[in-house]
C-alpha cells in the first residue's frame, strides 16, 4: 500500500521479512488481523462486518488477472450514508479520501464498488 511508503512505514517485498508486506495481495494473505470475508471471483456487496481501520482488498486491474492489486482503509459512513475508505492513488499522488481516479465508496456500481474483494480486520 503506497501509505506505507508516504507514511515512512518500514515494508518489504520479502515475505520472510519482519517488515511489513509491501504488495496488496500479500497484506490480504499474510497480514496482521483476520480475514473477514474474501472472494475473488467477484465484487462484495455484504458491508455489515465493516469497522473503521479494516483493510479493504481490491481486484483493480485487468492487467494482472484475478489478483489482489489494491487496498485501502475503510474510515466509515459518510453524510450520505455511503461505505468510504482511503487509499494511496497514483491519480492524486498520494493517500486520499478524495473521489479522484473514482469515487472513494465501496457500495454501489461505481470503479471501486466492482473491484471490492476482501477484508482484513485488525
Known amino acids: ?34 480475514l ?8 462484495l456487496t455484504s458491508f455489515h462486518t465493516l469497522r473503521p481501520g479494516d483493510l479493504v482488498f481490491f481486484d483493480a486491474s485487468n492487467r494482472d488477472g484475478r489478483a489482489i492489486d489494491h487496498d485501502g482503509i475503510y474510515v466509515g459512513l459518510d453524510g450520505a450514508g455511503h461505505a468510504r475508505f482511503v487509499s ?15 469515487a472513494s465508496v465501496l457500495d454501489g456500481s461505481g470503479y471501486w464498488a466492482e473491484a471490492f474483494r476482501a477484508i482484513r480486520q485488525p
Open 1 to 34: 500500500m503506497g501509505l506505507g511508503y508516504r507514511l515512512g512505514m518500514p515494508m518489504s517485498l520479502d515475505s520472510a521479512s519482519d517488515k511489513l508486506p509491501r504488495v496488496a495481495d500479500e497484506q490480504l494473505n499474510s497480514g496482521a488481523g483476520h
Open 88 to 102: 494511496s492513488r497514483r491519480t492524486a499522488h498520494g493517500p486520499t479520501i478524495g473521489d479522484a481516479g473514482g
Open 36 to 43: 473477514v470475508v474474501g472472494d475473488k471471483g467477484s465484487h
